[in-house]
């Protein structure tokens, strides 16, 4: 740590002015003053000088809350050993004695920030550097006389055991394990303290009514004394007892608890109070200690389950009591009770063997664990607690009290109906009532559906008796069994004759004018999309036209729920563009007039209407041709709407609607460039501002419109420089960068090359080198089509890509498939372009200053190939046996020169007589990697499928037979070389040679 140090009081003073300087609500002043103390920061005595102020009660509380966040701070950044400019070993060990004198703190702010800073100490030097923090911080919990004082420490502990029970360390685990027990024991005694001494507070059911919402100080003090308590007990016996089935003072304290909590719901009956507020937040601590320890020890839970589950299912059936009396519930105390109920039936340690399902009418099979075993304890715990009758009762109290709309989210509806469907539709069961009702609801089915499916249709029976004409709730009441019917209907289907029920009642219903409908009808429309798999094709015209006319409803909430269903009927396998060809018009209206009407604002609304645009325009496919003016015209809109509200998701979604339309339309996609182009510019742009959000899904769609486009496009042409820039980044989009280069070449040809073939060369070269082997494979693809398209112009475009490839070849230090793989590029050259070939070896030379050594160094490299050949795919070796008869010739007359060329010449006609056989037995594939693909199926699909499929009807490997065209080339050869040749040849097995000459009949 370098600089002066802080111990005078002068600097002091400057430190207490500084803090007073950074409170300052102007910038000009506030500023200077940070920057100041960023620079004390690492001097000698700066936290010594930071407690000074903290301690000090006759400098303003502001300045010693600013001293005690700043030393907090301080500490963070420089406490460790190890960090650059750390506090030293003699000012540490000066301060933490004195820190805990800070416990004594009265402002209540401070002595906080106090606790705080306690807390992040001890994770950094309990037990090792400081061993005695918990014993001062647990003695001053034991001072009963200064409650004040037993409040600080308790908050200090709180963040103690926050900080260590988030470490992760066996070690470290062991170390909160071993001083868990002091901790409890003393929590405990003080906890049973408080409660004495609170419920001798509490009002009772004779005393008289008090307005007043504040307790007395010394009352509130205790009051936050056994909170403290209740909140570092859960951290405390969750991570500092591994288990405690053997711990009877834990068992003992979880019985307390749970009578404790029985209690607070007595007093929470009772009119309200000074001490309601206190009441309410200790009940729902209490079920959060329950439901937390539950769920990470569920096997020591096991003695206290039967009760915890009877108090629970106690208090989501008290909903019903307090409607009757008038009186709000408390409604964070339903939710975990709720949340209760849904760990223990989803929890695998209370499911003995492997059949999931906890009917009581389905025996168990035989347990692979003793049956005195906790697992089988629980099992039969939940056994004897879910008899059918509360399962069903349990079942019905759900429906009828949880999924029926409250006032306030039928207000909702009308107020704010994005929200409401937003709300409706989020997986927030943890924090409200309605999802985590419908989530209990659904487990308990999946658990339990023998006995809850009679209890449903007993309820759907009575609701579908009922007058249309009946009273406002009952109307509730039915959406909420309709809600049940959508939930469970997997379980439902032989019970449930849902078609019959859609045709004879539901649909009667959806027609339903009256106001107080449009809760059923909503509900209904749902249920369609949840039971979508069950409807014979002969209903799904009239169900179209139900949920196509309710999308044109102009209550929100139904059009957006009509949306849905409207999307899951259109994704379901029995879907046909046919059936629904006379729904499309409608439907493409209103959803248009959704999205860019003015009637739906929020984002989530409208992605939701694009996911359905996206699925419709992947079933209709080219039916959508009609409206396709309208959707461009719609997702344009939308788009510059977006624009400035910086809301990538839905620009993101527009750009997959946009790949999808072109994909959907299977044609020339240049009459809609106007809208394609600047959209696929804007979001490849690296400088653009949504790049990163928006780079992958307009990259899809480049490569979507190269798929189609049927020739080169100066527009298209214009927009390629953003691949040069794209890939000067990174390479973390390699893999749609690199197919759109191909798309380039067949799409652009001569015209590309002339505009951008330097400029992809660069990239080539510039990327090769800093790839995976999986990367290599996709690089070669373009490399490969450049070769086979253009192969004079294109090896001397990437001269210096091939010198590199020769490099990692002739190093051999990459891995085998892609060395193979670069072998194939160089194949290729030999067999499209064998004087390109052979320049590429004499460039090599002349760079490594031995230009008359090119054929030493051809022939090491026809050594490495035929060494690869044996790993080489059936296509690549036929493409290496090709391409060494290409080169036969001038091997030939090389090898009067070149003694290694001589020598490798024998072997290379070896080689290749060797794959005949294969490459007679072999399919018409294609070299470029397309050996799964049928020639036929890329007739007429796009026009990149249409010049991928001349590459591969011209490809040689493909037209050329072996035997022939080494027949060929040995004449050739022959004619070249003459008698050398002839020597050379006679050192061949007869063997070989005689399969040379023989017809493929004659095999």
Known sequence: RAGRGMATSSVGNALVWTLAQTLDPSPATRKPAEEQILRWETAPGFCSQLYEITCNPSIDANLRLGAILCLKNVTQKYWRSRAPG??????????????????????????????????????????????????????????????????????????????????????????????????????QHLWMQGNVFLSSQFPTPTTPPNHTTIMPQDIRIVADIVTLCLKIFRRIIIHGFPSFVHQPDLLTFFASALERLQHLCTAHELPRSQFSAYIEQSIILYQKLFIKVQSAQPISFVPMLQACMYFFHNQIKSLARYKQQGRQPLERALIQSMLFFKNVLQCQHYKPDTDDSLTPSTPYGTPAIPLDSPTMQAAQTLKAFFTPEVVGDFAQTLILNYLVLTPAEMSEWDSDPEEFMQRMGAESWKDNRRPCAEALFSILMQNFSSSITPSVVALLGQILQQERGADPHLILVKEACYTSLGLGYHDL?????????????????????????????????????????????????????????????????????AIDTLK?????????????????????????????????????????????????????????????????????????????????????????????????????????????LPAVQYSTDPASPDAAYLMEDGLGLWSRVLQYAPSPHQGLLDIYPNITRIMQGSVEHLDQVLPIMDGYLMMGHQVFLAQHGQAMADTLYRIMGDLSPKGTLMFVKPIETLLQMFPQQGTQLIMQVLLKILAVIMAKTEQERVTV???????????????????????????????????????????????????????????????????LPGVAVSSVSCVGLARMLPLLVTTIVGVIPDAEESRSESSLGYEDLELEELVGRSSAESQMRNLIVKDPVNKRDLREFLSTRVRDAEALAGPRLQQLMATVDPIILRTLHEPPAKR
């Open 568 to 676: 899951a009927l259109v994704d379901d396998v029995n879907f046909t563009a046919k059936g629904f060809a006379e729904f499309l018009s409608p439907t493409m209206a209103v959803t248009m007039q959704l999205l860019v009407g003015g009637r739906v604002h929020e984002a989530d609304t409208k992605l939701r209407i694009l996911t359905f645009v996206h699925v419709l325009l992947e079933q209709v496919g080219p039916d959508i041709r009609p409206y396709t003016t309208t959707l461009l015209l719609a997702l344009g809109e939308l788009w510059k709407a977006n624009a400035s509200q910086n809301h990538d998701m839905i620009k993101s979604s527009v750009l997959r609607t946009l790949t999808q339309l072109v994909g959907a339309l299977a044609s020339d996609p240049s009459e809609f460039y106007h809208v394609l």
């Open 493 to 561: 289907y032989d019970a449930v004759d849902l078609p019959s029920l859609m045709s004879n009642v539901l649909v009667k219903e959806m027609q339903n004018p009256d106001p107080r409908y449009k809760f059923v009808r909503r509900r209904i429309a749902w249920v369609i999309g949840c039971w979508v798999a069950n409807f014979p094709n002969t209903m799904r015209h009239g169900l179209y036209q139900i949920v196509v006319a309710l999308v044109q409803d102009q209550d929100l909430v139904l059009a957006l729920t």
């Open 86 to 187: 750390s506090i030293s070993e003699e000012e540490k060990n000066a301060l933490r004695p004195k820190l805990i004198t800070l416990l004594n703190e009265e402002h209540q702010l401070i002595a906080k920030q106090v606790a705080v800073l306690l807390g992040k100490l001890a994770r950094l030097d309990f037990p090792h550097a400081w061993p005695d923090l918990v014993t001062h911080v647990l003695n001053a919990i034991r001072q009963e006389a200064q409650p004040t004082l037993r409040l600080r420490g308790l908050w200090a502990l709180h963040c103690i055991i926050g900080e260590l029970s988030s470490r992760r360390l066996s070690g470290n685990k062991r170390q909160l394990q071993e001083i868990a027990p002091e901790i409890f024991a003393t929590l």
């Open 821 to 887: 793989c670069y072998l194939g590029v160089l194949a290729r050259v030999a067999l499209e372009n064998a004087e390109g070939f052979l320049d590429v070896f004499r460039i090599a030379a002349r760079m490594q200053n031995t230009p008359d050594a090119f054929l030493d160094l051809l022939a090491l490299f026809i050594d490495i190939w035929l060494e690869k050949i044996d790993n080489m795919t059936s296509l690549q070796r036929k493409l290496s046996a090709l391409a060494m008869c290409n080169l």
